[in-house]
């Protein structure tokens, strides 16, 4: 049997090292397509949209995302149909981030699966972990709003601007706030 790679862990939840060379290696050809991809010019979308099927794991047309974009590894990115990204969003996708259809995002969301051990011995250690996030269909993520790893947020849902998600969202709610709760069922 063969041994656990870093990038096994990693996407299981588990203890891992992102130093890893091959995380490395995936992270730095992420970053040099997120960079080709922010230098574009804007009305050559042909040329823009290869670089995103390139990058991420999954997507569907159409897909907006206004440069710049910067994500750790892309292939960990399941956008659907119809997602739009306005400007200066950061997905630090070291899990798989699911998007549905027709979700909306504010400029300068942020999308995190990185997280750190409590642990001060572990952190001294270069550890990390992470928790996949799954954003529903027709969701509304208002500008400056953070996800937090491991949540979910549910179909139809809006997350107010400057939003921080700690906890899990349910479909069809107005949630908003730091931390982000449920304002109200639409």
Known sequence: MSPETEKNKMLTGKLYNANDPELV?????????????????????????????ELFGES?????????????YGSNIFAGKGVYMNLNCVILDCNIVRIGDDTLMGPNVQVYCATHPLEPELRRQGLELSLPVSIGKNV???????????ISIGNDSVIGPGSIVIKS???GVFAAGNPCKVIKHL
Do not use: M
Request: proline fraction near 9%; hydrophobic fraction near 30%.
């Open 25 to 53: 290696k995936e992270r730095e050809s992420a970053r040099d397509l997120c960079q080709e991809y922010n230098t574009i010019k804007f009305s050559d979308h042909v040329a823009r949209n290869a670089i995103l099927k």
């Open 60 to 72: 569907s047309d159409p897909l907006t995302i206004e440069p710049p974009f910067t994500c750790d």
């Open 140 to 150: 509304w993520i208002g500008g400056n709003a953070v996800i937090c790893p491991g």
């Open 169 to 171: 969202i349910p479909s």
